[in-house]
């Protein structure tokens, strides 16, 4: 019996760095890293050009979000390509279908635009607003950061709302799902919660593999020692 007790207490010191590790290896996680982690169906560098236009957006004085929400327009309408998550919990909230503008494109979204009346999407950079209730509903305003690329939206009513023609039914049957104005529509099923989790100045980042967009962005070209000082100010949120 002595024996064992003298095994057990030699051991305790190894077994309590195995107790460590998990919390280690998450926090050794970057956060773009663990992001995608919990989105296996979402393009990890998507995830992590998305964490890097938030991070830099913050980094300029911009005010803390505690959400993200990335849009993939690369992927077909019929495929979820809207996550949203809790960047201070690190979780995944959201994995949602969304729609497109009508004059982006078809099953595939290709054509973007900032002008008012081209019923398109844009891409880019956005950070929340607050919320009304218009015409679809329950809707969500949004101010889009980035001069020539999304600028016009507050003025284009891009808005992330409720539509019935977004649903999983339909992307069955016809393969892709209905479109919009040029807005990020949902689900009406999840609309209202999902609106709600993101109200409030939170960050959405809309990609398409544009290369003039993605080679000329401000917010994906922030330094390290930026991009740094924000992830240890929200290591340091999460650990509050």
């Known amino acids: 019996m002595i024996r064992t007790i003298?095994?057990?207490?030699a051991s305790a010191p190894l077994l309590g760095a195995f107790a460590l590790l998990p919390l280690q290896a998450h926090a050794a996680d970057s956060l773009g890293d663990a992001l995608a982690k919990l989105a296996p169906k979402a393009d990890p560098k998507v995830i992590g050009l998305a964490v890097q236009a938030a991070e830099c957006a913050q980094s300029q004085g911009g005010p803390q979000s505690s959400r993200l929400a990335v849009i993939d327009y690369s992927k077909p309408s019929s495929q979820p390509r809207l996550w949203v998550f809790d960047t201070v919990n690190r979780k995944l909230l959201?994995?949602?279908?969304?729609?497109?503008?009508?004059n982006s494109g078809d099953a595939d979204s290709t054509r973007f635009s900032n002008a008012e009346n081209s019923l398109a999407s844009s891409?880019?950079?956005?950070?929340?607003?607050d919320t009304y209730m218009g015409k679809n509903g329950?809707?969500?305003r949004m101010t889009g950061l980035e001069p020539?690329?999304?600028?016009?939206?507050?003025?284009?009513?891009?808005v992330i709302h409720g539509a019935a023609y977004v649903?999983?039914?339909?992307?069955?049957?016809?393969?892709?799902?209905?479109r919009s104005w040029g807005c990020p529509a949902v689900s009406t099923a999840v609309a209202h919660k999902l609106i709600d989790a993101l109200k409030g100045g939170q960050m959405v980042f809309s990609y398409?593999?544009?290369?003039k967009w993605l080679s000329s962005s401000s917010y994906l070209k922030c330094?390290?020692?930026?991009?740094?000082r924000v992830e240890a100010s929200a290591v340091a949120r999460a650990g509050t």
Do not use: C, W
Request: hydrophobic share 40%; charged share 20%; glycine share 8%.
């Open 6 to 9: 003298r095994t057990l207490l």
């Open 94 to 102: 959201f994995q949602e279908l969304v729609a497109h503008g009508k």
């Open 123 to 129: 891409i880019g950079l956005f950070r929340t607003s």
């Open 138 to 140: 329950y809707s969500l």
């Open 148 to 158: 020539g690329v999304n600028s016009n939206a507050l003025a284009r009513a891009i």
């Open 167 to 178: 649903s999983e039914t339909m992307a069955r049957v016809a393969g892709r799902i209905g």
């Open 208 to 211: 398409y593999p544009d290369k």
């Open 223 to 228: 330094s390290n020692n930026q991009l740094a």
